[in-house]
């Protein structure tokens, strides 16, 4: 399933922020939420970029600019080469049949009051042209059995469903469309654990049967170690370090992305008094009035005056393989886990 | 009958043990609820042991019955319609159960405290975090308003709160959630409890601030030899910080163990399907083992032993005889009539 | 591959109850024919309702028609003849007061349809556009609810005077008053409905305005709308009531509890039947509709689903 070709998806210096205002009536701006702030990056064709950071890092917020359902303060994001303009009906909607979504909570994500066939089925009435009107039962359930469901309880509804399968549920509407990008924003993390596993398993084989490219948000890193090919690692609204799964999890350059690893539990108890921890102090800042030059300066044990004055660029350093935006970045393995 | 408060006051403070009887036991409990759908029976004859300075993870997912059992040592459950029709909670040798409502409110925050997951909803909106904290010391120790606030600011600064004199005014909304759960850890340990109950203290929180929050709990339990109860569904934090483990499905305990043998080797399916799920380096490409099936429905449980429609070692007698906890050495057990099968890792 | 694909028994996270209907609306329905509070209220209302269209069935003397009352046997006591005595004019109490439940009935229905369909527009659109659609339409909204609604009706039924009221200025001066109520109750609804992941996943598929608001939203915020309306139904009988008491709502020959209860009032020690029984049926009949609304709320509380 190695991705190749020509990248699916260009986003480039994607930035939104959302403006605080003040006032009732008289609406002033003073200041705006950094929530994306210059985010640059290519998928390839049937690839998993996986993106890690902790709340407030603007992973969400990048999702929603990803499915165009934010409109970005600037930059861009392209799709098979084409510009998506959020502002034009018909190239939106084109751009929609493309990429879809699954949602990090299956309980909020189904419209309780829609069947299961209505649900899986309504992309069909958006996109009409997608499959004629007598064929559509016949796809969705084709698709209930794909993603491991009994195809006739296509007129149950969701509250008739436990957490997994609804999951279930919103892959199938994600996969209706054939699109060939799917963001999944926490796919996982609301499931149990004995469930999440399959979960993961169903997402990796759609993505071989269809070739699908991920783009899978989440802050669980063992499992975006495992399902992605690459990954990046977001810091108050910016990425901070991006590679290969590999040169990310074994050669972390970025202090932010070391302290990241070492904070891991890992869930073996051999060596645990033993293993480098790094705890980082205190909270991230704020995204709106996030520090000068570097934003992890102010958590950082390698900072100096530099750091305050000069934003580091993400870019490959020396000594390293991949691109990372510190000034003093430095491989040193955390995890020693290979 | 004796005030039990006053009881455990005499005793030594490092006596983690009376004679054999640990600190905190759970024997045999059983917890259920009336539902508008029947009764749920969320806990069914749980025992478990805690001495102190010890750490027990509590391992389990939804509805496995962990917080329940929790909550029956706190004495908080809502009753009705929550109900103990069975079973012992013995702490210090005294059976809580048989205790009075006012002899309980006693013990709980004084001798035994507990965390929550959600630290925003645990504290109060409309009071300043110093308040609360003080107010514990006021109405336990009836301190005076002075002297309690001082104490407050102490313990927000051993919680490493910064600039806790500053910010001892602050209201719960002006915190960041790592914060505010360290306010619900200084609160938790005011009194000095013998036992700290964590009930998904990190869930809710991001890695780095989870780092540091189990890192400052580790800490304070060294400092003050308690017995900490961590409640979890996390195997990594498990295997960070637990001394022995009790797994639970299906309100029962599947494994007791130290935290070594079962990362080891697990004794029971249940156990050994939530360790191989979890992803490995070296099986990067692979599919992830999973455990088939579904978590089992409280109201309507499986016949025999709760795991067995969806356990790789199912067996006959499994549909219909529901297994005790078999003892394996003096620190181990496992509820599977297949134990020793599971442990060598045949059939299946 | 195949143990990721075979949930065993993929069965609702509910305990299988036999024939139990699946979609929330018959789940609360299900529940409601449990309520005995949503019974004796559904049992008092349908009687009402069948009184009003049919009354007829319940009274041989047709109070509509002036010439069955006799002036000589006014203010007379309880009777074989007149089972809640008769009133200042000689007519039956009995007949008047089931004929006079067809006004109550009406009044209730308009207002609440009209009140309802208004307010209920409005709060969904205010709801799901926000912006400035909300703050005009929220702000118009306040200033009609800034007007205590009986002295509001009061005025307007003055205004309108005596030779033109009825049954349809009452119902426009209730409604013109009341459905500010509804359009904040919906757009609250709307909102939070608007905020689900569903609604997001919808937009993400291409959905236009027309489709959230149709499939999505209306659906899951129409319980608490439900609610109000069915308990405004029996606020609009009360207030009716009251408006014609005071003189500005339903005028005689029209017949109306309210009304009863007013030409009733001077004799009252002489004749309290003609006051009590119009009395009691409005109590009842207010409280039917409380009480239903009572039991659709417990029936549509998502809380305890």
């Known amino acids: 399933m190695a991705p190749q070709g020509d990248p699916i998806l260009e986003v480039r210096d994607l930035v939104k922020h959302f403006p605080l205002t003040q006032g009732i009536v008289m609406k002033r701006q003073i200041g705006a939420i950094k929530a994306v702030d210059g985010v640059s990056f290519d998928l390839r064709r049937g690839e998993t970029l996986g993106v890690v950071g902790e709340s407030g890092c603007g992973k969400s917020t990048l999702a929603k600019l990803l499915m165009a359902l934010e409109k970005p303060t600037s930059g861009s994001v392209k799709v098979n080469g084409e510009l998506v303009d959020v502002h034009r009906g018909s190239n939106l909607k084109r751009f929609r049949r493309n990429i879809q979504m699954v949602m990090q909570d299956p309980y909020t994500s189904l419209n309780p009051r829609m069947t299961v066939g209505d ?6 009435e958006i996109h009409t042209e997608v499959a004629p009107k007598g064929d559509r039962r016949k796809k969705v359930q084709d698709l209930l059995e794909v993603v491991g469901l009994n195809p006739d309880h296509i007129n149950r509804y969701p509250h008739q469903f436990s957490g997994g399968q609804r999951q279930r549920i919103g892959i199938a509407r994600g996969l209706a469309l054939q699109p060939e990008i799917i963001i999944c924003d926490e796919p996982v993390s609301a499931l149990d654990v004995s469930i999440q596993a399959q979960v993961i398993n169903l997402l990796e084989r759609l993505q071989s049967e269809f070739g699908l490219a991920y783009i899978f948000i989440a802050h669980d890193l063992s499992v975006v170690r495992h399902i992605s090919d690459r990954v990046a690692v977001m810091y108050l609204g910016k990425i901070v370090e991006i590679g290969k799964d590999t040169e990310i999890y074994d050669k972390p350059s970025h202090p932010y992305t070391q302290a990241l690893l070492s904070a891991v539990p890992v869930p073996n108890p051999e060596g645990r008094e033993t293993r480098e921890r790094i705890i980082l102090q205190g909270d991230p800042p704020s995204p709106a009035n996030p520090p000068s030059g570097c934003r992890f300066r102010t958590r950082c044990w390698k900072a100096q005056e530099i750091c305050a004055v000069e934003e580091p660029l993400l870019q490959i350093r020396p000594g390293t393989d991949h691109e990372s935006a510190c000034h003093f970045a430095e491989v040193h393995d955390v995890v020693h886990a290979s | 009958m004796k005030n039990p408060s006053v009881d455990t006051h005499l005793l030594p403070a490092d006596s983690g043990t009376i004679g054999t009887e640990p600190l905190l036991a759970v024997d045999n409990l059983h917890v259920e609820f009336s539902t508008r759908q029947g009764v749920a029976r969320a806990v069914n004859g749980v025992s478990y042991a805690l001495n102190a300075g010890e750490t027990l993870a509590v391992l389990g997912e939804s509805g496995s019955g962990k917080s329940v059992t929790a909550q029956a040592i706190m004495g908080i459950l809502d009753m009705p319609p929550a109900r103990i029709p069975k079973g012992e909670i013995r702490f210090r040798g005294t059976d809580l159960l048989q205790l009075s409502e006012a002899q309980r409110s006693q013990i709980r925050g004084q001798q035994i405290a507990m965390i929550f997951q959600d630290a925003l909803s645990a504290l109060n909106p409309v009071f300043t975090v110093g308040w609360q904290i003080a107010e514990m010391f006021r109405v336990h120790k009836g301190m005076s308003k002075k002297a309690a606030y001082a104490k407050a600011v102490e313990l927000m600064d051993r919680v490493r709160i910064p600039a806790a004199k500053q910010r001892v005014n602050d209201y719960p909304h002006q915190f960041s959630g790592g914060m505010r759960q360290r306010i619900m850890i200084a609160m938790s340990i005011a009194l000095d409890p013998e036992v700290l109950i964590a009930d998904e203290p990190t869930t809710a929180l991001d890695v780095t601030v989870q780092a540091q929050i189990m890192e400052l709990l580790a800490e304070l339990q060294r400092e003050s030899n308690m017995g900490l109860i961590l409640i979890t569904h996390d195997l990594g934090v498990v295997a960070d910080v637990a001394d022995k483990i009790a797994v639970m499905y299906g309100g029962r305990i599947v494994e007791n163990a130290p935290v070594h043998d079962i990362y080891s080797n697990a004794a029971h399916p249940y156990t050994k399907g939530l360790l191989e799920s979890i992803p490995r380096v070296d099986m990067k490409g692979q599919e992830l083992y999973a455990i088939k099936g579904l978590p089992p429905n409280l109201l309507d449980m499986p016949t025999g032993c709760a795991f067995h429609p969806r356990c790789p070692f199912r067996q006959d007698n499994c549909v219909t005889d529901v297994p005790a906890l078999h003892e394996i050495s003096g620190t181990r057990s496992s509820a599977c009539h297949y134990w020793r099968e599971v442990l060598d890792g045949t059939a299946g | 591959m195949s143990d990721t694909l075979t949930e065993q028994k993929p069965k609702s996270v509910k305990p299988p109850k036999q024939k139990k209907p699946a979609s929330l609306w018959s789940d609360a329905w299900y529940d409601l024919r449990r309520s005995k509070v949503f019974i004796i209220a559904a049992v008092m209302i349908a009687i009402l309702v069948v009184m009003s269209i049919i009354p007829g069935l319940f009274s041989s003397v047709n109070a509509f028609d002036p010439t069955t009352c006799d002036l000589t046997k006014a203010r007379q006591g309880v009777s074989a003849a007149h089972i809640f005595g008769t009133d200042n004019q000689g007519c039956d109490t009995y007949s008047r007061v089931i004929y006079g439940a067809r006004i109550s009935i009406m009044v209730g229905v308009f207002s609440t349809v009209v009140t309802t369909l208004i307010g209920g527009l409005l709060g969904l659109l205010a709801g799901f556009y926000g912006r400035w659609t909300d703050t005009i339409l929220s702000r118009v909204a306040e200033i009609f609810f800034a007007i205590p609604s009986t002295l509001g009706a009061l005025l307007i039924l003055a205004l309108v005077g005596r030779d033109n009221a009825g049954i349809w200025t009452v119902v426009l001066a209730l409604s013109v008053l009341a459905w500010p109520m509804v359009l904040r109750i919906m757009r609250a609804a709307v909102m939070s409905a608007k905020s689900q992941d569903y609604v997001l996943a919808a937009r993400a598929l291409g959905a236009g305005p027309g489709r959230l608001m149709g499939r999505h939203i209306l659906p899951n915020a129409l319980a608490p709308v439900i609610v109000v309306a069915t308990m405004n139904m029996g606020v609009f009988i009360a207030a009716e009531a009251a408006l014609s008491f005071l003189g500005v709502g339903i005028q005689s020959p029209d017949i109306s509890w309210g009304l009863m209860i007013a030409d009733a009032r001077n004799r009252f020690l002489q004749a309290p039947e003609a006051l009590l029984f119009p009395a009691l049926f409005l109590s009842l009949t207010v409280l039917a509709f409380v009480m239903l609304g009572d039991a659709v709320r417990d029936a549509l509380d998502p809380k305890l689903r």
């Open chain 1, 119 to 124: 649900i899986i089925g309504e992309p069909y």
